[in-house]
């Protein structure tokens, strides 16, 4: 995928929580966050199946519209049944 996939949510607390996910392309996704009360990105966390819903949400969406490959979907797909979501 060209572009990474992100997104800002607002927790419970009032506080927005931007989540950022690569695809590096060697079979594998990188998981990226950072609360806006933090000064430091959180990398590689275990995602919560909100993330996991919300991901394939929108790498299904881009699909397709034809800006996202078919084996990125099947990727998040995968890796989502392995995360057992």
Same mark, same amino acid.
């Given at each position: 995928m060209k572009r990474d996939i992100e997104w800002?949510?607002?927790?419970?607390?009032?506080?927005?929580r931007m989540v950022r996910v690569k695809f590096p392309g060697?079979?594998?996704i990188r998981w990226q966050s950072k609360r806006s009360d933090e000064p430091e990105w959180a990398y590689d966390f275990p995602?919560?199946?909100?993330?996991?819903d919300?991901?394939?949400?929108?790498?299904?969406?881009?699909?397709? /519209? $034809?800006? @996202?490959?078919?084996?990125?979907?099947e990727l998040v797909r995968m890796m /989502? $049944?392995? @995360?057992?979501r």
């Open positions: 800002v949510e607002k927790l419970e607390d009032g506080v927005k060697n079979g594998k995602p919560s199946p909100g993330d996991w919300t991901l394939h949400e929108k790498v299904d969406a881009l699909y397709h /519209r $034809r800006r @996202a490959a078919y084996k990125d979907l /989502r $049944r392995e @995360a057992g």
